[in-house]
């Protein structure tokens, strides 16, 4: 009876070895759900303000779920996504045939999302009288053709114009080489800072300066960055061409897309199945976060339906 015992024990042990073997080899299966659990994504920096507050109300809402947040140029959101050090980003554009090929090519099939219409705006110093450009306008000056405020206008009495982005791969920057200039260099007068709030520092503190930042910036008369921000500096009103009415980045002119410097703004899920990424991505793509992106100035990709009762009687 004692050896039939040992025997017995001995089967248990190995059998709980293997399954303990087995069970360590394997990858742990993911605990997270579309309202709990943590994940990390990348946003382009253009975008902060908007998704401070997104996060902000999606954790107030979901008290299990943790979202952490990377604030990167675009340049860096798609290769951050390939190594899996994030789930989902949010950019100006899809990603490119090429890039999904980059993707496949892991086993990786992301799914994009359009959530918004967004603009990128042009702010002068104050003391600039020289708030009306025209397209052709802008694209020489990025080329270095009209270097001068005195080209533009010749009553200027301000010096050379300095052209700011807020960083060298931000999404600002490369969807006014590749969509204005058809891929073109800037010229020697155009530099980058490290961020949004960098740019806005410098047109205020510099008279001869042209800032570009994305329109949520400057769009949420609400904010009371966003009003200290219009103190410091003057929005430039855009026209098509001579004959157009120049016009600032409202939201009507972004959805008719009359304002000529408009884009999509996407976000981007390698996370296929019901995860916190994808919970994520639902709720900004939904009725709440829709009505944030439309109160931050922006057009959301899906409008907002608002119920109104009628009485009938």
């Given at each position: 009876?004692?050896?039939?015992?040992?025997?017995?024990?001995?089967?248990v042990?190995?059998?709980?070895?293997?399954?303990?073997?087995?069970?360590?080899?394997?990858?742990?299966?993911?605990?997270?759900?579309?309202t709990?659990g943590?994940?990390?994504i990348?946003?382009?920096e253009?975008?902060?303000?908007?998704?401070?507050?997104?996060?902000?109300?999606f954790h107030?809402?979901?008290?299990?779920a943790?979202?952490?947040?990377?604030?990167?140029?675009?340049?860096?959101a798609?290769?951050r996504?390939?190594?899996d050090?994030?789930?989902?980003?949010?950019m100006?554009?899809?990603?490119t045939?090429a890039?999904?090929k980059?993707?496949?090519a892991?086993?990786l099939?992301?799914i994009?999302?359009?959530?918004?219409?967004?603009?990128i705006v042009l702010l002068?110093?104050?003391?600039?009288?020289?708030?009306?450009?025209?397209?052709?306008?802008?694209?020489?000056?990025?080329?270095?053709?009209?270097?001068l405020w005195?080209?533009l206008?010749?009553?200027?009495?301000?010096?050379?114009?300095?052209?700011?982005f807020?960083n060298?791969?931000?999404?600002?920057?490369?969807y006014?080489r590749?969509?204005l200039?058809?891929g073109?260099?800037?010229s020697?007068?155009?530099?980058a800072?490290?961020s949004?709030?960098?740019?806005?520092?410098?047109?205020?503190t510099?008279?001869n300066a042209?800032?570009v930042?994305s329109?949520?910036w400057?769009?949420?008369?609400?904010?009371?960055?966003t009003?200290?921000t219009l103190?410091?500096?003057r929005v430039?009103a855009i026209?098509?061409?001579?004959?157009?009415?120049p016009?600032k980045a409202?939201?009507?002119?972004?959805k008719?897309?009359?304002?000529p410097?408009t884009?999509?703004?996407?976000?981007?899920?390698r996370?296929?199945?019901?995860?916190?990424?994808?919970?994520?991505?639902s709720?900004v793509a939904?009725?709440k976060g829709?009505?944030?992106i439309?109160k931050?100035?922006?057009?959301?990709?899906i409008?907002?339906i608002r119920?109104?009762k009628?009485?009938?009687e």
């Amino acid at each position: 009876m004692f050896k039939i015992q040992n025997i017995i024990v001995g089967s248990v042990v190995v059998a709980g070895t293997l399954f303990y073997s087995c069970s360590g080899d394997s990858k742990p299966e993911p605990t997270d759900t579309a309202t709990s659990g943590e994940v990390s994504i990348v946003v382009d920096e253009s975008f902060q303000k908007l998704f401070d507050n997104q996060i902000y109300t999606f954790h107030s809402i979901y008290k299990n779920a943790q979202i952490n947040v990377a604030y990167l140029p675009e340049n860096e959101a798609l290769g951050r996504m390939i190594n899996d050090s994030c789930k989902v980003v949010v950019m100006c554009r899809d990603i490119t045939a090429a890039e999904r090929k980059s993707f496949e090519a892991k086993n990786l099939f992301p799914i994009s999302t359009k959530i918004a219409e967004d603009a990128i705006v042009l702010l002068v110093n104050p003391e600039n009288m020289d708030t009306i450009l025209t397209v052709d306008q802008v694209k020489s000056i990025l080329l270095g053709n009209d270097s001068l405020w005195s080209q533009l206008n010749k009553n200027s009495k301000l010096e050379g114009i300095k052209v700011v982005f807020d960083n060298a791969g931000s999404a600002n920057a490369r969807y006014m080489r590749d969509t204005l200039l058809q891929g073109k260099d800037f010229s020697s007068n155009v530099f980058a800072v490290k961020s949004n709030p960098e740019v806005i520092e410098y047109v205020s503190t510099h008279k001869n300066a042209i800032g570009v930042l994305s329109v949520n910036w400057i769009s949420d008369i609400d904010d009371s960055l966003t009003t200290n921000t219009l103190k410091k500096v003057r929005v430039v009103a855009i026209a098509k061409d001579t004959a157009s009415e120049p016009l600032k980045a409202y939201q009507a002119y972004i959805k008719t897309k009359e304002y000529p410097f408009t884009r999509s703004v996407y976000m981007i899920n390698r996370q296929t199945r019901a995860g916190l990424g994808m919970g994520f991505v639902s709720f900004v793509a939904g009725d709440k976060g829709q009505l944030m992106i439309l109160k931050s100035g922006l057009i959301p990709a899906i409008a907002p339906i608002r119920l109104v009762k009628v009485n009938m009687e």
